[in-house]
């Protein structure tokens, strides 16, 4: 595998805003209820661990639905959508995630009864997994 | 198709728990951005969503983008009422659909 040259930096204008605008149909999303976990610094792009835990009690009435994941410095800012139901029992999950470069992890959470909360971390990536 | 998705998680669980399920599974997740040798953009093939099921309701589903990277891991928790059978579905871009069941019992 080569890698492609690509701005250490990367403040890349990518899809971002229009995955966040669809999925919150425009609403401002609170800070809070949710923790998310990513490495302060990925030394590969390739496969950075993700996981993500959001405060619900998961009962029938109150309960986290989906949750949009996107990447700001990515070619395609879309990483994963998570869809939780009651029988969850929890909303929490890990995947693992590929980033190009340096940039910004942001998750936005959609409750049952329609509210928004959202968290972003920073991630430095060394060896950037956008590979060519 | 390739190997066998992996899956784990315990074989019974009290009336109630919440377990976690940890799934593998084998695949490239071409992510439609690399090049092959002669400089030309090799075609997108991901998969492109995942679902668990528990007795025929939805558990917990997925969709996922070029992002995630290749053999993709999926971990996530499940609340167990009664004894059954897990079904695990991944979706390829070609419309290939691996799946996977998993029983589970109820501690007595």
Known sequence: LTLMPMAADAEVSNDAAKWIEKFTGGRQPAKGKISLDLPEIAENGNTVPLSINIESPMTADSHVKDVLIVADGNPNAGVATLSFTPLSGKAEASIRIRLASTQNVVAIAKMSDGSLFTEQKTVKVTIGGCGG | ?108
């Open chain 2, 1 to 108: 198709m390739a190997d066998k998705p992996r899956i784990k998680l315990p074989k019974e669980a009290a009336k109630g728990e919440v377990i976690q399920i940890k799934t593998l599974v084998s695949h490239v997740m071409e992510s439609g951005q690399r090049k092959d040798a002669q400089g030309k953009a090799i075609p997108r093939k991901i998969i492109n969503k995942f679902a668990c099921e528990f007795n025929g309701k939805p558990v917990f589903a997925c969709a996922l983008e070029p992002a995630i990277s290749a053999n993709p891991y999926i971990q996530f928790d499940a609340r167990i009422d009664e004894a059954g059978t897990f079904k695990f579905s991944w979706t390829d871009d070609d419309g290939t659909v691996i799946t996977a069941e998993e029983k589970i019992a109820l501690k007595a």
